[in-house]
Structure formats: structure tokens, C-alpha cells
């Protein structure tokens, strides 16, 4: 999870902090070409319960998703093609 904003002593930060017990499943997504695309499943897979982030990546078409327990992949796929994309599978 990143963390943003500035902390008690007025310094600033975006790092990484891990979330334990947290789950990442990476999906393969078909049809994701540009920055629409990528607020689109952002938005749309970060709406689904139990979703704490979600990373796209264009290039690789692969949609990582942190969660705080394993997540339903037919789920995952029904808000992805109600946007207009496809679950391909889980990536390797």
C-alpha cells in the first residue's frame, strides 16, 4: 500500500509500506491500450470489496490487485468486462 501526505513532523512521503497478510493476484487483461483504459480498471477494480490497490500496466497488459484475502476471479473478470476489457487469466 503507498502511503502519501505529509506525517507529524511536516516531511513528506510516498513509500511503499507492506500490508501484512495482504494477497496480490495478477490478472492478464485484453484490450488495454492508454491512460482511459488504465483510470477505467483502476477505478472499476478498486471498487470491489476487499480491494486496497490496484496497479495497471499498459505495456505488459497485466492488472495487479492488492487485497486483504484471496479474491473471487470470476469477480475480478465481471467488473473488468462490464468496463469494456477482458480477463484473460491469472499471469504468471
Request: glycine share 8%; proline share 1%; charged share 20%.
Amino acid at each position: 500500500m503507498t502511503s502519501s501526505c505529509c506525517s507529524p513532523n511536516n516531511t513528506c512521503s510516498t513509500a511503499s509500506v507492506a500490508v501484512e497478510g495482504a494477497v496480490r493476484t495478477v490478472y492478464a487483461v485484453a484490450g488495454m491500450t492508454c491512460g482511459h483504459c488504465k483510470d477505467t480498471i483502476t477505478k472499476a477494480v478498486g471498487a470491489v470489496d476487499g480491494v486496497s490497490r490496484v496497479e495497471v500496466d499498459l505495456a505488459s497488459g497485466q492488472v495487479t490487485v492488492v487485497s486483504a484475502a484471496d479474491l473471487d476471479d470470476r469477480v475480478i473478470a465481471a467488473v473488468v468486462d462490464d468496463v469494456g476489457y477482458e480477463v484473460t487469466g491469472r499471469a504468471a
